[in-house]
C-alpha cells in the first residue's frame, strides 16, 4: 500500500499523443450466462467478452506486470487483466521498482513486442503466452523480437516457438531494473477474474492459441498420447493433496497414467494431454495444459476451498467445450504459517471415483 498519488492514462491516449498506432481488437461486455458442461445437465456462469487491444509507444519504461510509464507520476494502468492486476500493485511497483530504484534502467532501442512473464507456470500461459494472439492481429509476434524475463525455464520459453516465434527474435532480459524502450508494443493480460467476480475471457485468443500449438505439436507422426490422465501435485511445497495416494491407487487401478511435465518441451507437454479423453487434475500450476486437450475430453478437477481456479481448466473449458466437474477438497489440520490459498488438503475419494466411473460409461 501506498499513498503515491499517480495519474493513469489509458494505452489508447497515450498511443493518440505520440503519434503511434493503436490496434483495438475486441470490445469487453456482459455476455450473459453461458453454459458450461457437465458430466449431468449443463451448468450457467456469467461472462464478459474481454477488453482487447494493442498498442506502440516510444520511450517508456515497462516495470511491474507490464505496466508503463512514460513520465514521473504518470502511467498506464491496464485495468482488465488478472485480478493481481490492482492500482494499489501499481502504485506499489512504481515505487519499488521507478521511485526507489538507483540503477539506469537499460534502453532497448529495436522496435519490439513485451511479454514480460511471471511465475508459476499457470500464470505465465494465461497472462502472458496468450497476448502472442493479440500481437499477431498487428503481424509481429513472427517478425519483431519478443521480449521475455530470464527467470523462466527453457521448457517454457519453447512455447513461444512452438506458437511460431523464431527462435532468434526470442530476447531474455534481466527483470530488475526496469527496461526503457524507444519503441515498443503493449497489449493486456487476456483472461481475467474481475472484480465484480466475473470472468473475461478473449475466445478468439484462446482457439487461435490453443490451434497453433495443437497444428505444431501433432504434425509429424507421434504415438497418441494415454487416454486418461492425472494431473497431481506429488512433491509440490504447498496446496498438497495429503491423501493423493490414495487417490492414485483409485485411479490407477481405472488405467489412468499419470502425467509427469518435468523437463518436456511445450511440444511434448501438448502431445501429452492431446488425446486424453479423461483428466483427473488437481488445482494448480499445471491447470491450464487442460486446454490442450480435445474438445470432448472430460475434466475432474479436485479444488481447494480458497482456489477460486477460473482461468485454469474451467475458464478455458467454457470457451473450448470441455465437459468440467470439479469436487472441493478440505482442509483438515490448518497451518498458520500457509496463506488462504496455500492450505494443504484432502479429497473425498468416493466423490471422485463416482464422477470418474460415471464418466467412463460408453
Given at each position: 500500500?501506498?499513498?503515491?498519488?499517480?495519474?493513469?492514462?489509458?494505452?489508447?491516449?497515450?498511443?493518440?499523443?505520440?503519434?503511434?498506432?493503436?490496434?483495438?481488437?475486441?470490445?469487453?461486455?456482459?455476455?450473459?450466462?453461458?453454459?458450461?458442461?457437465?458430466?449431468?445437465?449443463?451448468?450457467?456462469?456469467?461472462?464478459?467478452?474481454?477488453?482487447?487491444?494493442?498498442?506502440?509507444?516510444?520511450?517508456?519504461?515497462?516495470?511491474?506486470?507490464?505496466?508503463?510509464?512514460?513520465?514521473?507520476?504518470?502511467?498506464?494502468?491496464?485495468?482488465?487483466?488478472?485480478?493481481?492486476?490492482?492500482?494499489?500493485?501499481?502504485?506499489?511497483?512504481?515505487?519499488?521498482?521507478?521511485?526507489?530504484?538507483?540503477?539506469?534502467?537499460?534502453?532497448?532501442?529495436?522496435?519490439?513486442?513485451?511479454?514480460?512473464?511471471?511465475?508459476?507456470?499457470?500464470?505465465?500461459?494465461?497472462?502472458?503466452?496468450?497476448?502472442?494472439?493479440?500481437?499477431?492481429?498487428?503481424?509481429l509476434?513472427?517478425?519483431?523480437?519478443?521480449?521475455?524475463?530470464?527467470d523462466?525455464?527453457?521448457?517454457?520459453?519453447?512455447?513461444?516457438?512452438?506458437?511460431?516465434?523464431?527462435?532468434?527474435?526470442?530476447?531474455?532480459?534481466?527483470?530488475?531494473?526496469?527496461?526503457?524502450?524507444?519503441?515498443?508494443?503493449?497489449?493486456?493480460?487476456?483472461?481475467?477474474?474481475?472484480?465484480?467476480?466475473?470472468?473475461?475471457?478473449?475466445?478468439?485468443?484462446?482457439?487461435?492459441?490453443?490451434?497453433?500449438?495443437?497444428?505444431?505439436?501433432?504434425?509429424?507422426n507421434?504415438?497418441?498420447?494415454?487416454?486418461?490422465?492425472?494431473?497431481?501435485?506429488?512433491g509440490?511445497?504447498?496446496?498438497?493433496?495429503?491423501?493423493?495416494?490414495?487417490?492414485?491407487?483409485?485411479?490407477?487401478?481405472?488405467?489412468?497414467?499419470?502425467?509427469?511435465?518435468?523437463?518436456?518441451?511445450?511440444?511434448?507437454q501438448?502431445?501429452?494431454?492431446?488425446?486424453?479423453?479423461?483428466?483427473?487434475?488437481?488445482?494448480?500450476?499445471?491447470?491450464?495444459?487442460?486446454?490442450?486437450?480435445?474438445?470432448?475430453?472430460?475434466?475432474?478437477?479436485?479444488?481447494?476451498?480458497?482456489?477460486?481456479?477460473?482461468?485454469?481448466?474451467?475458464?478455458f473449458?467454457?470457451?473450448?467445450?470441455?465437459?468440467?466437474?470439479?469436487?472441493?477438497?478440505?482442509?483438515?489440520?490448518?497451518?498458520?504459517s500457509?496463506?488462504?490459498?496455500?492450505?494443504?488438503?484432502?479429497?473425498?475419494?468416493?466423490?471422485?471415483?463416482?464422477?470418474?466411473?460415471?464418466?467412463?460409461?460408453?
Amino acid at each position: 500500500m501506498t499513498n503515491l498519488e499517480l495519474s493513469n492514462i489509458t494505452l489508447q491516449k497515450l498511443c493518440e499523443e505520440q503519434g503511434e498506432p493503436y490496434r483495438h481488437i475486441t470490445s469487453g461486455g456482459f455476455d450473459g450466462p453461458r453454459k458450461i458442461r457437465t458430466i449431468d445437465a449443463p451448468m450457467l456462469v456469467n461472462f464478459h467478452r474481454a477488453d482487447m487491444y494493442c498498442g506502440r509507444v516510444r520511450d517508456v519504461v515497462v516495470f511491474g506486470k507490464s505496466y508503463v510509464t512514460d513520465q514521473p507520476g504518470r502511467g498506464v494502468f491496464l485495468g482488465q487483466s488478472h485480478r493481481d492486476y490492482n492500482l494499489n500493485a501499481f502504485a506499489q511497483s512504481y515505487v519499488e521498482e521507478i521511485v526507489a530504484e538507483t540503477r539506469q534502467n537499460p534502453l532497448i532501442e529495436e522496435e519490439c513486442c513485451f511479454l514480460g512473464g511471471a511465475k508459476p507456470f499457470g500464470h505465465f500461459i494465461f497472462e502472458y503466452l496468450y497476448r502472442l494472439p493479440a500481437f499477431d492481429v498487428a503481424d509481429l509476434s513472427k517478425r519483431l523480437p519478443v521480449i521475455l524475463f530470464d527467470d523462466f525455464p527453457e521448457e517454457w520459453v519453447s512455447f513461444l516457438e512452438l506458437y511460431g516465434v523464431p527462435p532468434q527474435n526470442i530476447f531474455r532480459i534481466p527483470r530488475y531494473p526496469a527496461v526503457r524502450f524507444k519503441s515498443v508494443w503493449i497489449a493486456p493480460c487476456p483472461n481475467a477474474l474481475g472484480r465484480d467476480r466475473n470472468y473475461r475471457l478473449w475466445d478468439d485468443g484462446i482457439h487461435k492459441l490453443r490451434n497453433t500449438l495443437r497444428a505444431n505439436a501433432l504434425q509429424d507422426n507421434h504415438p497418441p498420447g494415454p487416454k486418461r490422465l492425472f494431473l497431481g501435485r506429488k512433491g509440490a511445497a504447498h496446496r498438497r493433496l495429503l491423501n493423493e495416494d490414495a487417490l492414485w491407487e483409485m485411479l490407477a487401478a481405472r488405467e489412468f497414467e499419470r502425467a509427469d511435465f518435468v523437463g518436456l518441451s511445450a511440444a511434448e507437454q501438448v502431445r501429452l494431454v492431446a488425446n486424453a479423453q479423461l483428466i483427473v487434475s488437481v488445482v494448480g500450476s499445471a491447470s491450464p495444459i487442460t486446454s490442450f486437450a480435445p474438445d470432448n475430453c472430460t475434466i475432474i478437477e479436485i479444488r481447494p476451498p480458497n482456489v477460486v481456479g477460473a482461468l485454469g481448466s474451467f475458464g478455458f473449458a467454457v470457451v473450448i467445450g470441455q465437459r468440467l466437474n470439479w469436487v472441493e477438497s478440505k482442509i483438515l489440520a490448518w497451518d498458520s504459517s500457509k496463506p488462504p490459498i496455500d492450505q494443504d488438503t484432502e479429497v473425498d475419494i468416493d466423490s471422485v471415483r463416482d464422477l470418474v466411473d460415471r464418466a467412463l460409461k460408453p
